[in-house]
């Protein structure tokens, strides 16, 4: 079974700044199955990006995804408010354990 | 747009049973896979079942196996989840998610979900 490592655990910054997301898998996966998904308190996931790099529908262009192998990027070029919530990895059946990304 | 609306959830004793609904619109449901995906209080997200589109092909969580069926009925766009010999662990928000990819691996659309609470 394959084990997908979301780090950091807790990302801090502000308003305005780049956040880097890391997913690794315990081992080698398709790209064509590796989605994020960003998930607000109280509220259900959203599809954020499909296929390691595609923006799911009506989703900024400041989202973007990236890698290959074992080790997955989700990139937001410059955080706006709204997108301060928690962000899953997933590759089919199996989901990453979490990064929040938190107001500094 | 799509919707998916979950109900059915509850507070319950261990060992007791379940079910959960789904009601789907907004889009061609006889189409598409269905999954179920829950998540505990304070934690992440954990999948626990999916069905084909015509409800022949099933496949469970081995955490959920043999206790949980999930089925659906295409005449009335809706998903199932029957929940028997429930579990404290089992205690969790379950989600209804309809599957985007044609092979089973990518919730798209997600309904708000349906608390589930095993308590004595």
């Known amino acids: 079974e394959i084990v997908l490592t979301q780090s950091p655990g807790t990302l801090s910054l502000s308003p305005g700044e780049r956040a880097t997301l890391f997913c690794r898998a315990s081992?080698?996966?398709?790209?064509?199955?590796l989605a994020w998904y960003q998930q607000k308190p109280g509220q259900a996931p959203r599809l954020l990006i499909y296929g390691a790099s595609s923006r799911a529908t009506g989703i900024p262009d400041r989202f973007s995804g990236s890698g290959s192998g074992t080790d997955f990027t989700l990139t937001i070029s410059r955080l706006e408010p709204e997108d301060f919530a928690v962000y899953y990895c997933?590759?089919?059946?199996?989901f990453g354990q979490g990064t929040k990304v938190e107001i500094k | 747009q799509v919707q998916l609306v979950e109900s059915g959830g509850g507070v319950v004793q261990p060992g007791t049973s379940l079910r959960l609904s789904c009601a789907a619109s907004?889009?061609?449901?006889?189409?598409?896979?269905v999954h179920w995906v829950r998540q505990a209080p304070g934690k992440g997200l954990e999948w626990v079942a999916v069905i084909s589109y015509n409800g022949d092909n099933k496949y469970y969580a081995d955490s959920v196996k043999g206790r949980f069926t999930i089925s659906r009925d295409n005449s009335k766009n809706t998903l199932y989840l029957q929940m028997n010999s429930l579990r404290a662990e089992d205690t969790a928000v379950y989600y209804c998610?309809?599957?985007?990819?044609?092979?089973?691996?990518?919730?798209?659309?997600w309904g708000q979900g349906t608390q589930v609470t095993v308590s004595s």
């Open positions: 081992q080698s996966v398709s790209s064509s199955y």
């Open positions: 907004g889009f061609t449901f006889s189409t598409y896979a």
């Open positions: 998610a309809r599957d985007g990819s044609g092979s089973y691996y990518l919730p798209d659309y």
């Open positions: 997933q590759q089919a059946r199996t």
